[in-house]
């Protein structure tokens, strides 16, 4: 076989730069299944371990930002990356790291999802990363997905509305970060609701909600499927777009197992209902609202 067949077989590659998660629904382990179910190939740089399951955090121990810039190193030195993203930094030094990293200009695309808080309600990141967060990383991101407690502590206020969600899109997008997804699972609404932010564009991407308790690993599997698209050369809207179908699929294959006794994950190869994801059912809506100018 030629290099160039070769090369035509070859997967493209996403980097997550995230926490490892030992009950494998969220985190590094997540974000990998996803990454495969996207059809990329995954690679990865740990910045934390922790001791979790189903239900809580037991332990967490973040890794020297040395070896976590090593690891980088390592990786983007090697591989030809199309995308990146970051999960759980734990520390602002780790913090810190990425973005000196994302200001050289060494990520192509970098997908920032703001892990602060666990499902279960555990704090991931000190107040110090956070700060670092909104002066060093985002400004650099191409895209953040924040959910809703994630606003809050990186804005100061819970949006408990559409309306304050886009507000919030615009305040993130005023720090110099190219696109915003603000993610609406946490809103008491009826339905699963999105808002994804351009500086020119609000768009809302709405899915039926899905009543089940298996919600673990949502959000990292979400950005990672992001990511997943990006590095198979989507434009940022069809990555979010087709990703948002993605997890919707994922939780309503999900919900069907019990793993753990506390908040399961979701099945990211849709294995427990794979007749539901060969049907191609229309799983999400959308809606825009152009802006005048540019904010």
């Given at each position: ?5 070769r090369?035509?077989k ?6 997550t730069?995230a926490?490892?998660d030992?009950?494998a ?5 997540a974000?990998?299944k ?7 190939y995954?690679?990865t740089?740990?910045?934390a ?7 809580e955090?037991?332990?967490l121990?973040p890794?020297d930002?040395?070896?976590v ?9 090697d591989?030809a ?9 734990a520390t602002?030094a780790?913090?810190?790291?990425v973005?000196?990293?994302a ?14 808080i666990s ?5 991931l990141?000190d107040k110090?990363a956070e700060?670092?967060y909104?002066?060093k ?9 924040p ?9 100061g ?14 305040e993130f997008k005023k720090m110099g970060v190219?696109?915003v ?7 008491n609404?009826?339905d ?16 039926a909600r ?17 990511t997943?698209?990006?590095?198979k050369g989507?434009?940022?809207s069809?990555?979010v777009?087709t ?5 919707t699929?994922?939780i309503?294959?999900?919900s069907?197992w019990?793993l ?5 994950p979701?099945d ?8 539901e994801m060969n049907?191609?059912q229309q799983?999400?809506?959308e809606?825009k609202?152009p802006?005048d100018?540019?904010?």
């Amino acid at each position: 076989m030629s290099i160039a067949e070769r090369r035509r077989k070859t997967p493209p590659v996403a980097l997550t730069i995230a926490g490892s998660d030992s009950g494998a629904g969220a985190g590094i382990q997540a974000d990998l299944k996803a990454f495969s179910a996207n059809r990329v190939y995954g690679t990865t740089v740990i910045t934390a371990i922790t001791a979790q399951n189903t239900h809580e955090v037991r332990a967490l121990a973040p890794v020297d930002p040395e070896l976590v810039g090593a690891q980088i190193t390592a990786v983007i030195s090697d591989f030809a990356v199309r995308a990146v993203k970051t999960g759980m930094l734990a520390t602002a030094a780790i913090v810190n790291v990425v973005a000196e990293f994302a200001d050289k200009g060494a990520f192509e695309k970098l997908v920032v999802d703001p892990v602060l808080i666990s499902s279960t309600g555990e704090r991931l990141l000190d107040k110090e990363a956070e700060t670092a967060y909104v002066e060093k990383l985002i400004p650099k991101a191409t895209l953040i997905t924040p959910n809703l407690f994630e606003v809050e502590a990186l804005l100061g206020k819970l949006p408990t509305s559409i309306d304050e969600m886009v507000s919030a899109a615009r305040e993130f997008k005023k720090m110099g970060v190219r696109y915003v997804l603000i993610k609406g699972g946490h809103l008491n609404d009826g339905d699963s609701t999105d808002i994804f932010y351009d500086g020119q564009t609000i768009l809302k991407l709405s899915a039926a909600r899905i009543m089940t308790d298996n919600t673990h690993g949502t959000g990292c599997t979400l950005s990672a499927a992001i990511t997943a698209n990006l590095a198979k050369g989507f434009d940022v809207s069809e990555a979010v777009k087709t990703a948002k179908v993605y997890i919707t699929r994922t939780i309503k294959a999900g919900s069907l197992w019990q793993l753990g006794l506390g908040h399961g994950p979701v099945d990211p190869f849709i294995w427990a209902s794979q007749e539901e994801m060969n049907a191609g059912q229309q799983v999400l809506s959308e809606s825009k609202t152009p802006e005048d100018t540019d904010t």
